[in-house]
């Protein structure tokens, strides 16, 4: 699973509770506002250099009021609105939302998009509602179905994949302490595929210090390592998703581990 992770700088979590369909950003029923507003904010992130992911999230008991999280750099802000219309007032750009301190978990539920989703995410959501309640969501698709139950926990910014309900209260003794679960790791979606595989190599890596197509540094504990990224000599055959093919695929492999 290391490095199949999608790159994001920035999600965006709004609350959507109507029906996702497969492609549930570009067909729902926000108000034409709420779908400009939206679009908007999504391209004053592109005219800065800056990938923006909006998700739909929701927990079956809310009612009424509307939740958006925006996590960036490290950095967790979230906001309840009363309605779709007040909405529109949030520069979600320019405007730091107020800060969430304590991590919130985002698991793939959407079923349209792919039952394995459904299938293995609603488990997974129920077991992690169980233990931490208010701060579990049901999402959108975040790429992998084949990872399925794939859980983004932000601010971490890591996606995790396979966490199954079993596997909950070992995953959260990492991740609420801030963590990387690395059994489950997907990668931190702030870095590239070649650094999403480099830092899982590396038992305690910390800062990213610099990377290149092929290689990625980062500081540890114990000093400086260097990790070299190269495609694997031959392709492997990845599990198949709930009702579809199987695939071939090339991964990214470690070709050397340097320390310093």
Request: overall charge positive; some cysteine; charged content about 20%.
């Amino acid at each position: 699973m290391p490095g199949t992770a999608i790159q994001v700088d920035v999600w965006i979590m709004l609350e959507y509770r109507r029906a996702w369909t497969a492609k549930a950003l570009d067909n729902n029923q926000l108000l034409e506002p709420t779908k400009a507003w939206l679009a908007e904010t999504i391209s004053h992130f592109a005219n800065l250099g800056i990938t923006a992911r909006p998700q739909f999230i929701r927990r079956p008991e809310r009612t009424n009021t509307i939740q958006v999280y925006v996590s960036r750099g490290g950095r967790l802000g979230g906001l309840t609105v009363a309605s779709e219309s007040a909405l529109h007032q949030l520069d979600l750009v320019n405007t730091p939302l107020p800060e969430v301190t304590q991590p919130q978990y985002f698991v793939c539920t959407n079923a349209k998009r792919d039952v394995c989703c459904a299938k293995f995410g609603r488990p997974t959501y129920a077991a992690l509602h169980g233990e931490i309640q208010g701060r579990a969501w049901q999402t959108t698709h975040v790429g992998g179905h084949r990872y399925a139950p794939n859980v983004l926990v932000l601010p971490q910014s890591a996606l995790y994949g396979r966490v199954m309900p079993a596997d909950v209260p070992r995953f959260l003794a990492q991740t609420e302490v801030n963590k990387l679960a690395r059994e489950f790791l997907r990668g931190q979606t702030r870095y590239s595929k070649v650094a999403q595989v480099a830092e899982h190599a590396i038992e305690d890596a910390g800062v990213l210090q610099s990377e290149t197509l092929h290689q990625a540094t980062f500081t540890t504990p114990t000093g400086v390592q260097t990790i070299s990224v190269e495609p694997a000599p031959q392709s492997i055959e990845l599990l198949p998703s709930c009702g579809k093919p199987s695939k071939d695929v090339v991964p990214l492999i470690v070709a050397s581990h340097t320390s310093e």
